[in-house]
């Protein structure tokens, strides 16, 4: 059964930081790159941060060098670590295959997500 479960949201002060999880089930998650993407109401979800397999990564500027995207591939989850949080980080939190992956945009499957509020 596929699925996504993203945790480790919650309510910091800025400056604090967090350490999101997202356990994945599905073979399609275990041979991709996966991304981290977070959502503002009202705005379309951003792609933040990306790992591949092989652990290579990217990140978007408005995170570069405060997150940092692993994966425990042994153990079928990425990890998210935000560090310096900002109160514009304040978003749902959700990993998924990149966007244009077949399989996502044909089956179009999300997780949860995980809320992270950040207090100024």
């Known amino acids: 059964q596929v699925q996504l479960v993203e945790s480790g949201g919650g309510l910091v002060q800025a400056g604090g930081s967090l350490r999101l999880s997202c356990v994945t089930s599905?073979?399609?998650?275990?041979?991709?790159?996966m991304g981290w993407y977070r959502q503002v109401p009202g705005n379309h979800r951003e792609l933040i941060a990306t790992?591949?397999?092989?652990?290579?990564?990217s990140y978007a500027d408005s995170v570069k060098g405060r997150f940092t995207v692993s994966r425990d591939n042994a153990e079928n989850t990425v990890y998210l670590q935000m560090d310096s949080l900002l109160p514009e980080d304040t978003a749902v939190y959700y990993c998924?295959?990149?966007?244009?992956?077949?399989?996502?945009?044909?089956?179009?499957?999300w997780g949860q997500g995980t809320h992270v509020t950040v207090s100024s």
């Open positions: 998924n295959l990149l966007p244009g992956t077949d399989w996502l945009v044909r089956y179009g499957y």
């Open positions: 599905g073979y399609i998650f275990r041979i991709n790159t």
């Open positions: 790992i591949s397999t092989g652990g290579s990564t």
